[in-house]
T-cell receptor, first 115, second 113 residues
């Protein structure tokens, strides 16, 4: 069974600083990987996804993530954080391939941005 | 474009009362549909998913049930709520048959008192 670990429960960064949120996954084959963002009291919004190909993927809102198979990681990055990026971020892995989507989510990382 | 709606947005119900949460999707046909529950610090737990009308798969044993009476309608129900049913309930859809990314609705905050 697949699993996702987000080791950082809470991260605080200053506006304008760079950001990296960690995600490690466990899955036997090539995974489908996702990052979602959730503002308080809201649903989840898809930031980016990795299925195959280029291991550096670009998403919305200036985010990117890099798939590293050797480290079983899919870390989310942003070069300069804006105050509006404060939210909770979820990494997810999907089994995919010939089946309906079934995602396993990490427990999330709450990002606080200081001005 | 596709949109997903959930209602109500918030709900306060006493223990032992029934529950019905509704989710509808517009702009797509025969979507795969999902119900999740989100508890603080525990991420998202998949409760049910459906690949078609009347087809429901349950992921965890619980006090809840799901139904899909129409192609783009997904309902989460309970006959008697427990305190432990409190949480934030999210509905999501993915493109049939094997679309992997899921798109989420705005959620329903349920408080059982």
């Amino acid at each position: 069974a697949q699993s996702v670990t987000q080791p950082d429960i809470h991260i605080t960064v200053s506006e304008g600083a760079s950001l990296e949120l960690r995600c490690n996954y466990s899955y036997g084959a090539t995974p489908y990987l996702f990052w979602y963002v959730q503002s308080p009291g809201q649903g989840l919004q898809l930031l980016l996804k990795y299925f195959s190909g280029d291991t550096l993927v670009q998403g919305i809102k200036g985010f990117e993530a890099e798939f590293k198979r050797s480290q079983s990681s899919f870390n989310l990055r942003k070069p300069s954080v804006h105050w509006s990026d404060a939210a909770e971020y979820f990494c997810a892995v999907g089994a995919g391939t010939g089946t309906a989507s079934k995602l396993t989510f990490g427990t999330g990382t709450r990002l606080q941005v200081t001005l | 474009s596709q949109t997903i709606h959930q209602w109500p947005a918030t709900l306060v119900q006493p223990v032992g009362s029934p529950l019905s949460l509704e989710c509808t999707v517009e702009g797509t046909s025969n979507p795969n549909l999902y119900w999740y529950r989100q508890a603080a610090g525990r991420g998202l737990q998949l409760l049910f998913y459906s690949v078609g009308i009347g087809q429901i798969s349950s992921e965890v044993p619980q006090n809840l049930s799901a139904s899909r009476p129409q192609d783009r309608q997904f309902i989460l129900s309970s006959k008697k709520l427990l305190l432990s049913d409190s949480g934030f309930y999210l509905c999501a859809w993915s493109a049939p048959p094997f679309g992997q990314e899921q798109y989420f609705g705005p959620g329903t905050r349920l408080t059982v008192t």
